[in-house]
């Protein structure tokens, strides 16, 4: 069985699964209060649907879609809104989240309307019960599901890929799932192929997953329409257009969507929210997240409800330890430094990395050097020293017809930067100042 991958750039960073790949799922205790944001997905936040002082249940919407690019927010126990305010955010800025005080008792309300055999429902029956379940992208970027599921009429999808390659070091959520509930993911799959009318698609798993290779593959034989694909070790493997390039061996064209090759790429945890959803009626509210690193005391993969603050799961891990320097929403590569602990897990957080402070660079950035090592590392063929520079000097014009917009924010080009650059921050300005200016343009 030959071994794929990605034809240019990528990285070999220090994997760091030892910590907790071994480690079986366990339910993490609730805590007594959760905060909800109202936007938790790329596209519109959802619009808030209750009010202070309101009892609400398990799996009832807190909050509706405010558009096509949207999904709803349900409450991830029972107990009542205490407040409606802005809240510390994984994502950076505090933004505004509704305050539950759990009563304990987890009641749920009445979930949506299983379906006994989903293969006999229309697709656009099962599209919207992906929407009213609230399912957005579980790999982190957190895209709402039904968007990705509905491609224009000109756009024909004839490869659906799973992604479970988690190339992102530490991270062991999706690793576990695989391991620990292979059927539901294959039977998301399955409904996944459904929608588009096919018949097989294709799991992508990195190399260093062995026993997920070989389980996913034995689970996947007798019913014939999921082929496993081992993946080379190499970062970022799990990146959308890169798994499509590895597998497919396609090329989406710059400032394209996969669909634009006939592909759609959706996470191994997509694949089992889509399963619960469309089987057992159960909107999105919990997901697997790892919290991991040298500095908490015991690391753990854990079944986390949305709105558990982190602080509550890094003392459910034993708390961080003396050295403890650096947390981290996510991976190392990808992820956001947490400057309050008070934020709270959402429908992409993934991990939780807890860094001792002589793992955290404190350097200043020096110059650069022209060594060309961000070039030759880029999955995407750009050339990250001079984005940041054009971005520096103000000249977004040019930053945007080098292709700024196609970075896919992976952390490669900072990680082999020996002068230390912050590259990614300096292209995730350029990206900003890029979209700005043709928003300006289109109003004109």
């Known amino acids: 069985m030959g071994t794929r991958s990605f034809r240019r750039g990528g990285i070999h960073p220090p994997e760091e699964k030892h910590w907790t790949e ?36 398990a799996g009832q919407v807190l909050a509706t879609p405010a558009g096509f690019v949207s999904v709803p927010i349900h409450a991830p126990t029972s107990g009542t809104v205490r407040g409606i305010d802005l809240h510390p955010h994984p994502l950076g800025t505090p933004q505004p989240a509704v305050e539950i005080e759990a009563d304990g008792d987890d009641a749920w309300a009445d979930p949506l309307e299983p379906f006994a055999d989903p293969f006999s429902v229309p697709p656009e029956q099962l599209r919207r019960r992906i929407l009213d379940a609230g399912i957005v992208g579980m790999g982190g970027a957190a895209f709402p599901t039904h968007v990705k599921l509905s491609p224009p009429p000109e756009m024909k999808i004839n490869a659906v890929i799973l992604n479970g390659v988690e190339c992102e070091p530490y991270l062991t959520a999706d690793h576990r799932l695989m391991l620990e509930h292979p059927d539901q993911i294959l039977s998301g799959l399955d409904v996944i192929l459904h929608l588009f009318g096919l018949e097989k698609g294709t799991i992508g798993i990195e190399r260093n997953k062995p026993d997920a290779i ?13 082929e496993v694909v081992p993946l080379k070790v190499k970062f970022p493997q799990g990146a959308e257009k890169q798994l499509i390039q590895a597998v497919l061996r396609r090329e989406v064209p710059s400032g394209a969507l996969p669909m634009a090759v006939g592909a759609v790429v959706q996470n191994v945890g997509t694949a089992a929210a889509i399963w619960a959803a469309v089987h057992g009626g159960r909107p999105l509210v919990e997901r697997i997240v790892t919290i991991t690193g040298p500095s908490v005391v015991r690391p753990r993969n854990l079944r986390v409800r949305v709105g558990t603050p982190l602080s509550h799961l890094i003392e459910a891990c034993g708390g961080l330890r003396e050295n403890a320097g650096q947390v981290i929403s996510g991976g190392p590569m990808m992820g956001l430094t947490q400057h309050d602990l008070a934020v709270p897990v959402i429908k992409g957080t993934s991990g939780v990395l807890c860094l001792p402070v002589q793992m955290v660079r404190q350097r200043p950035a020096g110059a650069c050097i022209r060594c060309g090592r961000c070039v030759g590392v880029c999955p995407m063929g750009l050339s990250p020293t001079t984005l940041a520079t054009l971005i520096a000097h103000d000249r977004v014009a ?6 700024a917009l196609d970075c896919i924010e992976c952390g490669s080009c900072a990680f082999i930067c020996p002068a230390e650059i912050p590259l990614v921050q300096s292209i995730r300005l350029a990206k900003g100042r890029v979209m700005e200016r043709r928003r300006r343009e289109r109003a004109a």
């Open 214 to 226: 070989r389980l996913m593959t034995e689970r996947a034989r007798p019913g014939g329409f999921a």
């Open 22 to 57: 071994e480690r079986e799922v366990e339910p993490a205790v609730l805590p007594e209060r959760l905060f909800v944001p109202l936007s938790q997905h790329i596209g519109a936040p959802a619009k808030l649907a209750v009010k202070k002082g309101d009892r609400v249940r």
């Open 398 to 403: 040019e930053a945007d017809d080098r292709h």
